[in-house]
């Protein structure tokens, strides 16, 4: 069974801090300094301006909760949550752009201490969501990991490699979205290397061409985007070409200020075109579908999204941003510990309140977690080791 995932895995976004701070949600009761307050800090009209971006991210980590739960519990959903991988890649690129392409160019940042920032952020909920696999794939009457497989798995996992392709396995089989981590990580490391160096409009442009290029070859090669990154080790070298673009995509809206050029943007319209892209209701060819929507649509969503004025306070908005990257994280192994749990009452209870349950105690852990774990955790790390 194939798995389409995204990644929710960027820092915060400008003004999630501010908005948090009056936030009647108990995330917000959270006193250390986070990555959004290192982003926000200084950019005087540019506050409020790219809040909603975190409704986008979380709306997209729900698609893909609801398809993953659509593939294990087998009900039917016609859609392409699988773009919601290219979107989060295109918007990790734009934020991260937007948060540290002046501090590495002018050497306030290095890269070294770049890398640890990504490492600090994202390795927490990395070695939580490895044990949460760990224990989905053995708490069953049948194993669906071969106990001598999962500490090879595990280890791979941990590490970011692809090693469930060597025992037969998809790429990170021990909690499948993991795989958009390890590309994310690939990003984040090219990213704060090449971001010191200065390059021409037109390299900038020959490289975003070459590389749309190259994922038309993919799409058409593999007849769509969903097995990209993590089916076999085609698709995980063909990985590398997917999150390049999208990645690359996000940094030069940034850094060409695309989303000034369009003006101020209804909220409506972003919003309203990410939904049709997830869930777009009408047979079409996957491939030439998904190539317009990550080449065209993804980036003209971001910008516009980055366009929206922030005239008012969206808690809930930031809540969801905060929330998606341990949902995303956590979400397919308490999936199958709920199907576990269906099969062992053998169909008593109905699928539709086994689904709702799990889809409920797939957001609780997650906001557990970020409260109690990550969030502190990375707060006191920051403080331990400063990174500056």
Request: aromatic fraction near 14%; charge should be positive; proline fraction near 6%.
């Amino acid at each position: 069974m194939q798995r389409f995932d995204q990644r929710p895995g960027e820092e915060r976004l400008l003004t999630t801090s501010d908005s948090l701070a009056r936030s009647p949600f108990p995330a917000a009761a959270y006193p250390g300094r986070s990555e959004a307050q290192d982003l926000g800090h200084g950019a005087g009209q540019a506050k409020g301006r790219f809040v909603f971006l975190d409704e986008l991210r979380g709306l997209a980590a729900l698609s893909v909760v609801l398809l993953h739960a659509s593939q294990i519990f087998s009900f039917r959903l016609n859609s392409h949550p699988s773009l919601a991988v290219d979107f989060f890649f295109c918007l990790s690129g734009f934020v991260l752009a937007k948060g540290y392409d002046q501090k590495l160019k002018s050497g306030a940042l290095g890269s070294r201490a770049f890398f640890l920032k990504r490492v600090v952020r994202l390795y927490p909920m990395i070695v939580v969501g490895v044990a949460l696999g760990v224990l989905a794939s053995q708490v069953a009457l049948t194993p669906s990991i071969a106990l001598a497989d999962v500490s090879i798995l595990a280890v791979g996992a941990l590490l970011l490699l692809p090693l469930g392709l060597l025992v037969g396995q998809e790429a990170f089989a021990i909690n499948n979205p993991l795989w958009s981590l390890c590309f994310e990580m690939v990003a984040s490391v090219a990213y704060g290397y090449v971001a010191r160096r200065r390059f021409h409009f037109w390299y900038e442009m020959a490289a975003i061409a070459l590389l749309a290029a190259a994922l038309f070859q993919v799409v058409m090669l593999e007849g769509g985007i969903g097995p990209v990154g993590f089916a076999s080790w085609r698709a995980f070298f063909e990985g590398f070409i997917r999150v390049g673009f999208s990645f690359l995509a996000g940094v030069l809206i940034f850094r060409w200020k695309i989303y000034h050029r369009v003006g101020a943007v209804p909220p409506q319209i972003p919003l309203f075109v990410l939904i049709a892209v997830l869930f777009f209701p009408f047979a079409v060819p996957s491939d030439i579908y998904d190539f317009i929507c990550i080449a065209v649509i993804i980036p003209i969503v971001v910008t516009l999204a980055a366009a929206v004025p922030q005239s008012a306070e969206r808690p809930f908005a930031a809540y969801l941003g905060q929330l998606s990257y341990p949902l995303y994280i956590v979400h397919l192994p308490v999936i199958q510990l709920g199907n576990q749990f269906q099969n062992f009452t053998d169909g008593s209870i109905p699928l539709s309140i086994t689904v709702g349950g799990t889809f409920l105690v797939a957001v609780g852990v997650a906001h557990l977690l970020h409260v109690c774990f990550d969030a502190p955790l990375r707060a006191y790390l920051g403080r331990k080791f400063p990174l500056n």
